[in-house]
């Protein structure tokens, strides 16, 4: 890729339009940090900082723990834990060894589990202790031979402080001993911390990460050591000027493609502290922010919508934060907006897939932001659009149609499902799924799912852009649209919204404020009012379980 495109124009001072990729694999790194930034705070765990130097000889403990236990290179290792050392731990002693880590959400169902750990073939699982049970049963339908369980309080600082309301007494469980289940603090006891042999390889798998649970069967996307490390560098080369030893709030999970990347790897390679947030709740997230003064506050739409009517955020002075990082779903202008005025700080919107692991675009950190896109390509990335119909005619600028990315972070292919990985990947472009447009100075815009779309009428409509309108509705605090099967209009279009505390609407109101703001047939024809909306562990709203239940009910 040596040709100029038209997004390197659009790059901030100092950011390369190419990178000569460095070829290291992220153990590898972590090793090299540790001799270069030995007493830098590594992570910090409610208070119980563990440095660099501290983080590798724990690593190599937990490596030579899991060659005791019989796992060997390629063997795959199971990960069900909320953000926590023990999951960086865990990676990273896995990678070493040349296993693959598998991470997995710990609030999934047996089920779920059951579904990841067989077609993963994972041989060994670490988890949370709270979890035993369920993982004692997935043992007998799974190719699971061995269990080590770790204690949220593990790596508490002594006292012991309840400091949120996740770390309390009753999340211990006390583990009976019984065959082949370990204690992970035991075995870090165990074994020494000297250098263990290095056995990450930079075209191996080193992480199958799944995808697609709430659309149907999820699949397990293999992301290499070159895949890992030239996402993280490619990100490092995008924010230039981030300094070693500043405070980055781990919010989103580690198990999720972007905390996988953005908060756990890209830390630990850039120097940064991660300050880990188990629970990524918004009252939680603003008690960290005041307790502890991150530089940088990643979260989801729906994390930064709970923090703008949390009365402690919105009144607390955060003139030590340096900036925002947004993805997993299209930040809303309105929250842009209201972030904004309400800090002053750049607001960097990030997109990518599991697939692109997952980091393909970003807002220019100190460059030109267009609210509402999600920035540029990185750097050795490229993109295009092209019509839905065939997937093969690139479409010119401002047009709307599938979004395809290729470059050196795209998946290696989906474990054991070489069907669907034709589908997505043809060429070395891979396929997003995504409904997009780029304009004339190379950012894009992502407008919807292409699943999501709605043909009502014959008219093409785009959920999203349906909820940025009602966003905006000084009323509203959330909102969902979904199509849903019309006898006259083929799919007609309905909303569902979660007002803002104490704010009393009716659904006259919203549709005469959409009719202001909407071509007559993207206005929803019903609007209901609920609670809250299904969400994913990291906070995404769930569109398709709002489908699903809209169905359901027959509310359409």
Known sequence: MSESKRWHQSYAPGVPHYLELEEITLSKALSRSAEKRAGLAAMNYMGREISFSELETLVNRFARALLALGVAPGDKVALVLPNLPQMTIAMYATFRIGAVAVPNNPLYTERELAHQFNDSEAKLVVGLDLLLPRLLSLKEKTGIQKIVTCHINDFLPFPKKQLYPLVKK??????????????????????????????????????????????????GVMLTHANISANV?????????????????AVYPYFHSAGFTAMQNYALWAGLTALIVPRPDPAIVAEMVKQFKPDYLPGVPTIYAGLLVNKDFTSMDLSFIKGYFAGAAPLPVDTYNRLMKLTGKPIIDVYGLTE???????????????????????????IKIVDIETGTKELPPGEAGEILIKGPQVMKGYYRNPQETEQVLRDGWLYSGDIGIMDEEGYLSVIDRRKDLIIAGGFNVYPNEIDDVLFAHPGVQEACTVGVPDQYRGETVVSYVVPRSGETLSEEELIRYCKENLAAYKVPRKIYFIDELPKSAIGKILRREMKKKAMESGSH
């Open 170 to 219: 009753k999340m211990y469980r006390k583990i009976t001993p019984q065959e082949n289940v370990f204690r992970f603090t035991d075995l870090l006891k165990q074994y020494p911390g000297i250098p263990v042999e290095e056995l990450s390889s930079w075209d191996e798998v080193a992480a199958i990460l799944y995808t697609g649970g709430t659309t149907g069967v999820s699949k």
């Open 233 to 249: 560098q490619q990100f490092a080369a995008w924010l230039p000027g981030v300094k070693e030893g500043e405070k980055l709030l």
């Open 356 to 382: 692109s692991t997952p980091l393909a675009t970003a807002s220019p950190w100190k460059g030109k932001i267009k609210p509402g896109s999600v920035g540029l390509p990185l750097p050795n990335t490229d």
